[in-house]
């Protein structure tokens, strides 16, 4: 069966930091990659997605992600996080040609100002 | 485009009880995917509806159910709540084509509560 791992739980960093949560998914075929982030009380929003071609893909709010085929991971990053970047962020692999996301844990992201 | 809605967004149900949770996808999304969220189990894949046809189910026992109008809104049902049902449940709704790249959208959830 599909998984996904998310390396870390609970991430705490000061403003201005840099970020990279880990995430690695065990499925062999095509696989469309991606990052969702839930603010306090928000819903589940899109931060990114990958479907194909350049493995690197910018998302909303300066986070990017990189996919590496041969590691079966999509991590996210962001270069200088901010207060406002507090939130839980999940990442998810969907099997292409089919409509079942599978999530990852969730990482707990506090952001110090 | 209105986004995903879902009514109501909190509910409190004794054990035994039944509920049903609406959904109703952005316009002319004809799938309508239910996740369960948990403090323990994070987000589980509770089943997708498209055209009024269950396309995928996940490991969840038969009390969980569902159903899609023809108009792709979305209902599910819980029948006989026990307490680890408490969750905030969430409808996500896409174009539907299993084919192509296409990601899913999220609602804000219906918190429910079982006592």
């Known amino acids: 069966a599909q998984s996904v791992s998310q390396h870390n739980h609970h991430v705490i960093l000061s403003e201005a930091a840099s970020l990279e949560l880990g995430c690695n998914y065990s499925?062999?075929?095509?696989?469309?990659l991606f990052w969702y982030v839930q603010y306090p009380g928000q819903h589940l929003q899109l931060l990114l997605k990958?479907?194909?071609?350049?493995?690197l893909v910018k998302g909303i709010k300066g986070f990017e992600a990189e996919f590496i085929k041969s590691k079966f991971s999509f991590n996210l990053r962001k270069p200088s996080v901010q207060w406002s970047d507090t939130a839980e962020y999940f990442c998810a692999v969907k099997k292409y040609g089919g409509n079942k996301l599978v999530f990852g844990a969730g990482t707990i992201l506090r952001v110090k100002s | 485009k209105a986004g995903v809605t879902q009514t109501p967004r909190y509910l409190i149900k004794t054990r035994g009880q039944q509920v049903t949770l609406s959904c109703s996808p952005i316009?002319?999304?004809?799938?309508v995917s239910w996740y369960q969220q948990t403090p323990g189990q994070g987000l589980q894949f509770l089943f997708e509806y498209f055209s009024e046809t269950q396309r995928n189910k996940g490991n969840f026992p038969g009390r969980f159910s569902g159903r899609q109008f023809s108009n792709s809104r979305s209902e599910m049902n819980v029948s006989t709540l026990e307490l680890g049902d408490s969750a905030l449940y969430l409808c996500a709704s896409s174009p539907g084509q299993l084919e192509g790249n296409y990601e899913q959208y999220f609602g804000p959830g219906t918190r429910l509560t079982v006592t």
């Open positions: 990958y479907f194909s071609g350049d493995p």
């Open positions: 316009s002319g999304h004809r799938s």
């Open positions: 499925y062999g075929g095509t696989v469309n």
